[in-house]
């Protein structure tokens, strides 16, 4: 039934998201291995992203570290199991992602924020 | 003739109305109830008042007006009047939203037809968790009942994080235990409830939820808004349909790489944009969707003709 898969779809990777959060706080950009994770810094304001386009390899996992500049924003890639996030002004909101495969993958905010909100979007370039 | 909702779905794509199948017998035979009558009732949605952009729509003030002149011009007037969602163009400035709800509700008025029922749009409610909103068009989920059909109003748009939340859902599953699970069940709300396009933010976050709770109802139809075009899907056995709205088309979802409205066309002026006729038949026990266009001429025009609308095809095989 399609409400159940939809439910399906999002509710594991939104608890792997979740747990990861523990494992950030805790080894912040370092991997299982030990090995650094790439972190890369965007900033969220009404209504952008910076960077809003931004180059990811295949498989490998990177850790994106959000700020606001001014008001709650959300995080939302729809296309990688429905990871999400809530980027809160005086906090750093720190997300770890892997593209599965190459290709585009788009991101909006998804806390509504004021009129230009629908245009607050931003681009995975995921690359082999 | 027996024949279930995929059968019907397939004779559409001419015509110059959506047929919407209501509940049917076991041998397929129309189960209109006693008691109850035809009526028929318009739905309209996204009036983004306070909207500025002329490449957009260069008559942004004046959209609303020809539909509700268009809706005052129709022979058979409309037994009530449904707006769903997205009256008012957000803004920041709690005075400024205020003002266009006033405006908003002012131009609203001049419709001949008083019995109005509201939603809200995460433009309407979005900012302010709805509380502007309570005191221009009153409550954001309700129910009533016309003529046998019972309409539920669902909100979710006034949590910012376009969900129903679940307080609502428990009123909603509490609403709905209160009826037969024959009964005939209208949902109006503004966002779609299932997964239309999750990409464009197109979806209802704990849409899924509600609908789990209306999957024992058999006679249940879904009217909403948001995403500015006229759109028909079936999820099990609810069919779902969006309206056009009264400022701006938006595209096909997943056609263009952004969501981003769709530029006027001087050739074509209010291309894309109209509203919604509901004919709801009560021995047959089916709904007849007509879309109407916003006319191009004043707004004293003749009464907008009833037009055929795009034919729609079910996306796949329900």
Same mark, same amino acid.
């Given at each position: 039934?399609?409400?159940?898969?939809?439910?399906?779809?999002?509710?594991?990777?939104?608890?792997?998201? /979740?747990?990861?959060?523990?494992?950030?706080?805790?080894?912040?950009?370092?991997?299982?291995?030990?090995?650094?994770?790439?972190?890369?810094?965007?900033?969220?304001?009404?209504?952008?992203?910076?960077?809003?386009?931004?180059?990811?390899?295949?498989?490998?996992?990177?850790?994106?570290? /959000?700020?606001?500049?001014?008001?709650?924003?959300g995080?939302?890639?729809?296309?990688?199991?429905?990871?999400?996030?809530?980027?809160?002004?005086?906090?750093?909101?720190?997300?770890?992602?892997?593209?599965?495969?190459?290709?585009?993958?788009?991101?909006?905010c998804d806390l509504f924020c004021g009129?230009?909100h629908?245009?607050?979007?931003?681009? /995975?370039?995921?690359?082999? | 003739?027996?024949?279930?909702?995929?059968?019907?779905?397939?004779?559409?794509?001419?015509?110059?109305? #959506?047929?919407?199948?209501?509940?049917?017998?076991?041998?397929? @035979?129309?189960?209109?109830?006693?008691?109850? @009558?035809?009526?028929?009732?318009?739905?309209?949605?996204?009036?983004?008042?306070?909207?500025?952009?002329?490449?957009?729509?260069?008559?942004?003030?004046? +959209?609303?007006?020809?539909?509700?002149?268009? #809706?005052?011009?129709?022979?058979?007037?409309?037994?009530?009047?449904?707006?769903?969602?997205?009256?008012?163009?957000t803004?920041?400035?709690?005075?400024?939203?205020?003002?266009?709800?006033?405006?908003?509700?002012?131009?609203?008025?001049?419709?001949? #037809?008083?019995?109005?029922?509201?939603?809200?749009?995460e433009h309407?409610?979005g900012l302010?968790?709805?509380?502007?909103?309570? @005191?221009?068009?009153?409550? +954001?989920?309700?129910?009533?009942?016309?003529?046998?059909?019972?309409?539920?109003?669902?909100?979710?748009v006034?949590?910012p994080t376009s969900?129903?939340?679940?307080?609502?859902?428990?009123?909603?599953?509490? @609403?709905?235990?209160?009826?037969?699970?024959?009964?005939?069940?209208?949902?109006?709300?503004?966002?779609?409830?299932?997964?239309? =396009?999750?990409?464009?933010?197109?979806?209802?976050?704990?849409?899924?939820?509600?609908?789990?709770?209306?999957?024992? =109802?058999?006679?249940?139809?879904?009217?909403?808004?948001?995403?500015?075009?006229?759109?028909?899907?079936?999820?099990?056995?609810?069919?779902?349909?969006?309206?056009?709205?009264?400022?701006?088309?938006?595209?096909?979802?997943?056609?263009?790489?952004?969501?981003?409205?769709?530029?006027?066309?001087?050739?074509?002026?209010?291309?894309?944009?109209?509203?919604?006729?509901?004919?709801?038949?009560?021995?047959?026990?089916?709904?007849?969707? +007509?879309?109407?266009?916003?006319?191009?001429?004043?707004?004293?025009?003749?009464?907008?003709?009833?037009?055929?609308?795009?034919?729609?095809?079910?996306?796949?095989?329900?």
């Amino acid at each position: 039934m399609e409400t159940r898969k939809s439910i399906l779809r999002y509710a594991a990777p939104l608890t792997t998201i /979740f747990l990861m959060s523990f494992f950030i706080a805790g080894a912040f950009g370092a991997d299982e291995a030990g090995q650094t994770e790439q972190v890369i810094k965007i900033t969220a304001k009404k209504f952008e992203y910076s960077p809003n386009e931004i180059r990811l390899k295949k498989g490998v996992p990177v850790i994106l570290e /959000f700020t606001s500049l001014d008001r709650v924003h959300g995080f939302f890639v729809a296309d990688l199991g429905g990871v999400r996030a809530t980027i809160e002004p005086g906090k750093v909101t720190r997300v770890r992602i892997v593209a599965p495969k190459a290709g585009t993958y788009e991101f909006h905010c998804d806390l509504f924020c004021g009129d230009g909100h629908e245009g607050m979007t931003g681009t /995975f370039i995921v690359e082999e | 003739m027996n024949i279930d909702r995929r059968d019907f779905l397939k004779l559409l794509g001419v015509g110059s109305a #959506v047929l919407v199948l209501g509940p049917r017998n076991s041998a397929g @035979e129309p189960t209109g109830m006693a008691g109850q @009558e035809d009526f028929f009732f318009v739905q309209l949605s996204d009036t983004h008042w306070g909207f500025n952009d002329p490449k957009v729509n260069p008559d942004a003030a004046g +959209t609303l007006k020809k539909a509700i002149a268009a #809706v005052n011009s129709m022979k058979s007037q409309p037994e009530f009047i449904v707006f769903t969602g997205d009256i008012t163009q957000t803004t920041d400035d709690p005075k400024e939203r205020r003002k266009r709800m006033a405006e908003a509700r002012d131009i609203i008025k001049k419709l001949k #037809v008083k019995n109005v029922k509201f939603l809200a749009g995460e433009h309407d409610a979005g900012l302010d968790n709805g509380e502007a909103f309570k @005191e221009y068009f009153g409550k +954001t989920h309700y129910t009533f009942d016309y003529k046998g059909v019972h309409f539920i109003a669902v909100d979710n748009v006034s949590d910012p994080t376009s969900s129903i939340g679940d307080a609502q859902l428990q009123w909603l599953s509490d @609403e709905l235990k209160k009826l037969d699970k024959e009964s005939r069940i209208v949902i109006l709300t503004h966002r779609p409830l299932f997964d239309l =396009y999750p990409q464009w933010d197109w979806w209802t976050r704990d849409g899924a939820k509600a609908l789990d709770l209306l999957s024992p =109802y058999k006679n249940v139809e879904v009217l909403y808004g948001h995403i500015h075009q006229e759109h028909h899907k079936m999820t099990g056995a609810i069919p779902h349909h969006a309206a056009k709205g009264l400022m701006f088309p938006l595209p096909a979802p997943g056609s263009v790489p952004k969501r981003i409205p769709v530029s006027w066309d001087p050739a074509e002026p209010y291309k894309g944009l109209g509203y919604r006729g509901v004919q709801a038949k009560a021995k047959e026990n089916l709904y007849v969707l +007509t879309e109407y266009p916003i006319p191009v001429k004043k707004e004293s025009a003749e009464p907008t003709k009833k037009e055929s609308v795009a034919p729609w095809k079910p996306e796949k095989a329900y």
